[in-house]
């Protein structure tokens, strides 16, 4: 890899953060609070959060198994996803690399922040070679995203070609976790010590039931999460999000136990599918949702949505012609989905 200084911008590397009052003062010890301009009425919301997370990052920290130095914490995946373009990408001059199809927020940063985006196709069992992406990248390549399990195809990724891009690749490598306790592959957390160019992120929006709070988790060197905190805005985490995340952590149990029972209703769900005549295809899966092929995707689409059944047509997809992505819900829901599709008539 090459060296953190190399790979970040030069604006970002030289700046300056802006320094909260939070940030000059932190201790607990104080019972008079006259240093931030805040009202001293309305307990709690009267005061500004915790800017670096402390507390939620020491249970995240015991949960995933790194340290605390080691977390970036953001108002969703996507606020993690932006700063790495703002960190890492000169506007006009780099670009990153990513397979496709894939989640479509990379790209989407990718053209805010005015960055080449350059795509690698996946082969037909939706697998990539380090190669390939190698090939596509050049001196100005600074990020590779990857997303194992990827969306929306569901599959994990090869472990040995992303270690392999980890050894090969000069630049940083982005694994999105984002359903990684769906599947049976440990997470990358594990190797950050190993690959100082790995950057894993996950997230509180979808095994932890909590999209609404919007709270991302990005796993890299601390040098790494250094930059990406010095550049967030002070308080990207409210309190009540912090409060709620610490609230979930102390519920891991019933985590788990969501977690086992859409498992096992993805498999009903699957066994069910290969009966359906409308159904010609349905892709392995390691997520909490499955990718299935049908012989009319708009159609089917249409036909549930009349029945008040929503499912993601992801037909315009790149090798994802007539495929429809159906999230795992409850046994009623699934249910309710199962027989609209037995009483489809093309
Ligand atoms: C759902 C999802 C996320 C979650 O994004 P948040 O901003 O944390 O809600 C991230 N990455 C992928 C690939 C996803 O599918």
Not at 98 to 127: H, S, W
Not at 143 to 172: A, D, H, V, W
Not at 181 to 203: A, C, H, M, R, W
Request: glycine share 4%.
């Amino acid at each position: 890899m090459k060296s953190l200084k190399e790979l970040t911008r030069p604006n970002i590397w030289a700046l300056k953060p802006y320094s909260s009052a939070r940030d000059e003062y932190s201790g607990k010890e104080a019972s008079v609070f006259l240093d931030a301009n805040e009202n001293p009425y309305n307990t709690p919301n009267n005061r500004y959060p915790d800017p670096l997370q402390r507390e939620l990052k020491d249970m995240i920290a015991l949960v995933k198994k790194v340290t605390p130095e080691q977390i970036f914490l953001g108002n969703g995946s996507d606020e993690a996803i932006d700063l790495v373009f703002r960190a890492f990408c000169r506007p006009g001059i780099d670009n990153v690399v990513a397979i496709d199809p894939t989640y479509g927020m990379y790209q989407v940063c990718a053209d805010v922040n005015d960055v080449e985006y350059r795509k690698v196709l996946l082969d037909d069992t939706f697998q990539f070679k380090a190669d390939e992406l190698l090939a596509a990248s050049d001196e100005n390549t600074k990020l590779i995203f990857l997303c194992s399990p990827n969306n929306p195809t569901g599959n994990n990724l090869c472990r040995k070609e992303i270690l392999t891009l980890l050894e090969k690749f000069q630049g940083l490598v982005i694994v999105d976790e984002a359903y990684i306790d769906f599947s049976d592959e440990p997470s990358l957390t594990g190797d950050l010590k190993q690959y100082p160019n790995l950057i894993v992120f996950q997230t509180f929006s979808k095994a932890w039931g909590c999209a609404a709070i919007r709270l991302g988790m990005a796993f890299a060197s601390p040098d790494i999460i250094g930059i990406l905190s010095k550049i967030k805005y002070p308080y990207n985490v409210n309190r009540l999000t912090q409060q709620e995340a610490i609230q979930m952590m102390h519920k891991h149990y019933e985590v788990q136990r969501w977690v086992q029972s859409l498992l096992n209703e993805r498999e009903r769900m699957i066994k069910e599918f290969a009966k359906l005549s409308c159904c010609t295809h349905i892709y392995p899966t390691d997520a909490n949702f499955f990718l299935t092929k049908v012989c009319n995707a708009k159609a089917i689409y249409d036909y549930l949505v009349e029945k008040g059944i929503i499912v993601r047509n992801r037909s315009g997809i790149t090798l994802c012609q007539d495929c429809l992505r159906i999230t795992i819900g409850t046994r009623p829901e699934n249910d309710a989905l199962l027989e609209a599709l037995r009483k489809y008539k093309p």
